[in-house]
């Protein structure tokens, strides 16, 4: 099998992990986007069921040998809810701004109008790995038998993190999506370089994982939209309107070379929203994005996929030919939920980049952190912080 | 036929139009957007052979009887080329972010990679029968007889006007749209509100037409992108990052209400680019327009259509079964004419606003125009202008 | 305006239109196409509430003069219930197979799921008088005043018949569009030569509107299924997998030369199903399409439309936010109406063919029609009937 | 890693292949479907530069332990050519009927149109195993360093086999990837039972790999249409438009039951055809499936891939912004091309089932041949052959 066929362990470290627990969120700093108060994590997973994992890799240092590293990727997982998505898929959908990558499934995500299993991004060359170790997952857990259920569509997403990491080494293993699902969780997500975050960049600054939250009214119902991204888009910054990037001096090298990037943008919400709703919601992330000073690169793959917990809820019971969904009446009400949807996409991306630590990957390729001091002079010096 | 056969003579005016020659660009004001140079006269007309022409109907005062007035609407043109274009017609695409609207034929131009006749803007309801203008006229200059063409594809755009503008009276007539033919020209374009962008409005300012353009260099050629927009979509206005709109109080009520809107945008080039690739063009016009503080709103159509002027030229010479046109080899290439169309829409959609003067119609509505004064003190206070 | 403004009264026929009722249909011969059975009038009105009008445009013989005639068109309308569609819209869908042509408002019944207004076809180049027809009748009929929708999106289907009639003379009138809207009507849907099917062909034979239906089961309850097209398709004549084109001798010209076609089909049906889910019901006319030997020749526009006439009742009544469909919970229950679909579009083109009389038209130009006689000898020589 | 880590030795077969040389194809058998002629060998591999290979894994016999087998799958791949896909990419298009499945990278074709990778078919469940072998086999050969390409698009499609196959059980390996791309040859194809066809069926007959080809002449000039297909779809068998399935009774389950199925097809072509005007040959193979009398299945996921070998060339030489393609002038000369590929789209499906014999799979499940004698009968009966 020639120099593919290393002795990976299978441990995901050999080393500590860089600590960004001293870097604010962009909303602690009081860049607040849009109008919308987000919810109480600020998060995707504000929206009940909605878990969040991660594997980070990150092994070596110095010189790159394809398939020894130095290693900078991993795992993140997005679970829809606990129970077995299988027998309970969700209502989903997704939108392609544009399609230079490969997320899986989304013909039958589009066809179908459902999510059938977990979503994981990893690194692109990672891809198939991932969708292995996800069929394996679901048929240890939820396959019943040899005549339950012989296919389902795995959705697996990534962008390209090989400025830092052997990304032809292809180091993930089986056992590091098995780590990124049980180490899923509710509550606040870990943000910046970390799991599918650990080696990309955006706007030629360190990024990651980023995710934040809103809560729109529609009538007197509040209902949650989460969004969580991969963010490795090519730019020049702008953080609320404000040039940061063309201040620092750090402006989009795409308009000149190949540099590759890509951004995966997954949205949940407990609004009970069809595919044709949820597809039209996951358009609004463009909005979001190109507000963070992306140029629409060539080579930027920019997937978003978006999915509803409470559409579907109740298919699963009974054995009536129907079910009975809510459903929005008049979508003119949706309005506010695309402004939203926008919002949280845009502060995704900012939290991606300002919880990012700078790191050094192979062959001593360094990506830089944002500096916040002087974002924060930029921002005051543009009128919009005090 | 009811109320609706009225007595309209066709002419388009019955007082004189609004003079807003005192109103700047915004690039005469030092609002440039992007880091590439426009064209010259930073108007869709720069790419050579591109000509604009506008007729404006405006008759009437004070309380609307439907069918009578008062009347705030137009058509614009915008012809490709000077010659036949079924027998020349134009390598085009179309990109559709929000299909909240009617533009006509575009699965033609989509499936034939091409577009056959001068694309018309106009208000929603005459759709139809500037359809109808455009066949006659296209029948009676280009058809030599019963068995040359008997079909083609009439591209037909339009936004909603009703809140200025007796839209249920339509009062397009087919002289109007042979008048817009008529007048259109190369070199300066008459922007605001003019032509199809009379009745319009944008972030709750009166906009209307606008255009722009920008010079990039690929290697040592340079090539010229022009747009050109209908304008007339809802948000909160943002000039180059700067939130104008939330500091002028003019929010967008459209998070509130079911008001309508829509955007059409032109992409002309004279880059050789096929349909696949003008489709790319046409969907960076969406992160142009998301820079403007759009919201992405329900009811709001966002249709642009991209075409290129050179490559298909030489296809009507010769009886060869091929033509060779210039193809880019490798799309990296491409990165700034995405970049630059971006930035040329989010100037055009600027210009529409800035080149707007105060509009009274129907039933005394009124949508008034961007205050420049203001807007420079806005832009100063967050550190913009100087 | 040249020679178009000529004096047409509005007056649709100076003539006797041909008869067809020696014609029977091709189930009334035997020939019966898959295993559902169709409904009471085996017809697109068999939809509950589903109406069809036609009016039919007739009139000279000879040598054509553009503006003059002979002309040998017509109006057919879709009503998908007596009332106000614009406050009761109705789940939709498009597919559009190949978008050689022109239907107006697809992307906002497929941006919406739905459909705002009845459906009228006509021919290619009349769409924009029937566009603006259709507009009057809602203001005319629907708006309430000024303040009422403003707008709303037309859908006006249409093919070639420009073999047979002066299609370039635009002979199409308002009046038409509202005769045929008043002669709407449940029950038997006159086929053939016929509304907007007068002046077409299908396989080099006589074709026009034709209809059909399918009743199926899914658990206890049956959901009707209802199709009607306009029938202008080029290839050679296959009847329920006979080759009765090639037997007769009337071959594909579309092989060798750039004849025109093409095919509307509109899909009717009570199961309550979503825009997707519609969507992909639309998708399977090309099965049945395929069946009858078309060539998918570059120059037919292949549109097919699907609306469900339950799946938004009680939308428009109540305040609330929310209404709750019927939706199938497993869309495998979907596949019999798939099929379905298939089979009753492949019967309804044999409708339009065997039910169309032979045509002269402009130029003297002559379509003729199929022999029964003959195609029932072939059919008992390759064992389909006795 | 529980039951799914088992010792798969990576040998394909402990038992010998069964034997399908006794089986003719369609054509053998008097049965030639369309009116234009096939290529040298009636293959895919009639294009020239177009190779495929296979690698059949076959083990076990009986009751089915998952990880354990009995299976009944494999791999297929096609090489569009013989150097280094990534250098030498081919413009590219995907078509999807029924988005019921997984290919992965069809948004990146699509985007980009091109193709980057060969393209691999497997089993459903082993869409991640193969790609990642895919990878592997680029990196290892194509990859010059770190800083060479660090993404491309792997094509990775897939038809369900788990009636006969193990398909839970995961056997495909990367070593099967290897063993079918080195397999991989000009000339004749292996059809039927083989490869990833191993486990699938087609109309419930044993089917498997099928292939095809045409040659069509634009004016002086001749060109190939070669098609390959892994044919598993769901319907009642039609053979040239007769009923053999019906009259067999062997009648479309699918109808009654949620039986799974899916049909990828493959077609190269050296006519020098765009990415869009590939997209339209590509949509043309809907057609040919139809006439074998697929039911559209809800569950059938329907994948078309068209390349062309001639369009891109020479785009890797030379230091030129531009090149220059040939290209129709006139698309409608596509139509021939159009109604070839739908012809060997039809014959290839009756290849994949002529050509397969009797497969007895796990749990004994077994899915039989069609019975060649008495469809002749059945093809006299109805005056097909003599």
Redesign the interface.
Known sequence: ????SGSDTGRSLDSTLPDNSHRPRCRELGIEIG?FPPGEYNAITDVAGVKVGHSTIWRGEGK?V?GEGPVRTGVTVILPHDSNTIKNPLEAASY?????????????V????LLETPILLTN?????????????YI??NY?E??DDR??F??V?GET?D??LN???G?HVR??HVYEAIKAASSGPVAEGAVGAGTGVRTCNFKAGIGTSSRVVK??S?EFTIGVLVQSNVPGTL?V????VGKELGVV?R??R??Q?GSIMGIIATDL?L???QLK?LA??C??????TG??????S?D?FIAFSTTYRSG?SQGQ?????????????????A??A??DAVEEAILNSIFKAVTVVG??GNTVSELDLEKTLEIMR????IE
Chains 1, 2, 3, 4 share one sequence.
């Open positions: 099998m020639g120099f593919l109008i790159l394809i392609v701004f544009n399609g230079a990558g490969t997320t899986t499934s989304l013909a039958c589009d066809e179908y109008g692109t060359l990672s891809v198939g790995t991932a969708y292995n170790a996800l069929v394996r048929v240890e396959i038998g040899p012989g296919w569509a795995p697996v390209y090989g400025f052997d990304i032809h292809l089986v056992e529609l009538e119902s702008v609320d309107g404000v040039p989009d795409e308009l070379s190949s590759q009970p069809d595919s044709r039209r358009a609004r463009t909005l979001g994005m190109a507000r992306v140029s629409g690169s060539h080579g793959g997937f298919t009536e030919l129907f079910y009975r969904p809510h459903r929005i009446k008049d979508e003119n009400f949706l309005t506010p695309f402004a949807t926008a192979r062959d010096k543009y009128g919009r």
